[in-house]
């Protein structure tokens, strides 16, 4: 397991925010040799490999998993806050932060 370095500063503000219980709303970029795939049925499955062992990390928890993105190699969960640093330290966890809407520039 690794430093949690990889929580933002965003999320950091609010679990110091929230209750140890609350559950936050996160998004989790899910790291490894995922850019490696020659097309896309084969991205799809290095992604689900990947991401298999974060997404039962959350769950034993007591988070849980909404949706992925496998093409920005992402989980969008919920967590209780006092277990953020749990999943930001996993291996294959390259970040951790709330969720961010797109805007048109």
């Given amino acids: 397991m690794r430093a949690q370095s990889n929580i933002t500063s965003d999320l ?13 709303d996160v998004v989790v970029e899910v790291g490894g040799d995922l850019d490696d795939a020659s ?6 499955q290095a992604f689900s490999r990947a991401a298999a062992p974060v997404a039962e ?3 034993s928890l007591g988070g849980e998993v909404i949706d992925d ?3 920005n190699h992402t989980l969008r969960a919920r967590v209780p806050a006092r277990d953020v640093s749990t999943v ?9 932060d709330v969720p961010h809407t797109l805007e048109p520039e």
Avoid: C, E, F, P
């Fill in 88 to 96: 930001a330290r996993l291996d294959s966890v390259a970040g951790i």
């Fill in 39 to 44: 097309d896309v049925i084969t991205a799809k």
């Fill in 69 to 71: 993105a496998w093409i």
């Fill in 57 to 59: 990390a959350i769950t």
């Fill in 12 to 24: 950091a503000a609010r679990i110091r925010a929230a209750g140890s219980t609350n559950l936050l």
